[in-house]
């Protein structure tokens, strides 16, 4: 996979939208990994910055100058402070709005080496520990990450995999809004919400 020691960990993040790769469709191409503590079984996940009270993997435009790995190798640290290794390819996920393809995600699985406690985006994300189930319900906005996760070394592979309510493919879906009354805050409500 990706050679990590070629990677420059900066203090502020790459800026560089007018040197998106974009393909033959001229649609943006998009790379991140998803970052796991395989010691502890869970994966990192940080804020959406577009979506309140989701959860996403790290990624962001793959730029000209780069190859694939290194993209999401920059973007997870720009968005995340992590470092780590790539282990594995796990696919391209296409993201769609309003009926057409808005973006290609090369999505990879790392293994985290390092969490820096200071990193470029770390006054606009926060960082956070799920499992896999709860990873699952963090990413309900975003089907291809959670495709992503049913593909990481972490899914059950005993066949007793948590299901989740089968969804169109690639489609964009807004997560429930709660009446204010009802918001109890934190994973776990959402789980006790969810599964009762």
């Known amino acids: 996979m990706a050679d990590t020691s070629s990677i420059e960990y900066k203090k502020k993040a790459r800026h560089g939208h007018g040197k998106d790769v974009v393909d033959a469709n001229d649609i943006r191409q998009v790379a991140g990994c998803l970052p796991i503590d395989h010691t502890n079984k869970r994966f990192l996940l940080i ?59 090369w999505i990879y699985e790392m293994s985290i080496q390092e969490v820096a406690k200071k990193f470029p985006e770390k006054k606009k994300r926060e960082r956070r520990w799920f499992s896999y189930e709860e990873a699952l319900m963090a990413t309900r906005a975003h089907p291809f990450m959670q495709e992503a996760i049913q593909r990481s070394s ?21 997560p429930p809004v709660v009446p204010e009354n009802e918001q109890e805050g934190g994973l776990s409500r959402l789980k006790k919400k969810l599964f009762g």
């Open 47 to 105: 804020s959406s910055r577009k979506i309140e009270d989701a959860w996403v993997i790290p990624k962001g435009g793959w730029e000209e100058d780069e190859t694939q790995e290194h993209a999401a190798l920059r973007e997870t640290w720009e968005e995340a402070g992590i470092k780590g290794t790539i282990t594995a390819h796990l696919g391209v996920f296409a993201e769609t709005g309003k009926k057409k393809v808005k973006a290609h995600h």
């Open 154 to 174: 972490l899914a059950p592979q005993d066949g007793l995999a948590v299901s989740t309510p089968p969804q169109a493919p690639q489609a964009a879906v807004t």
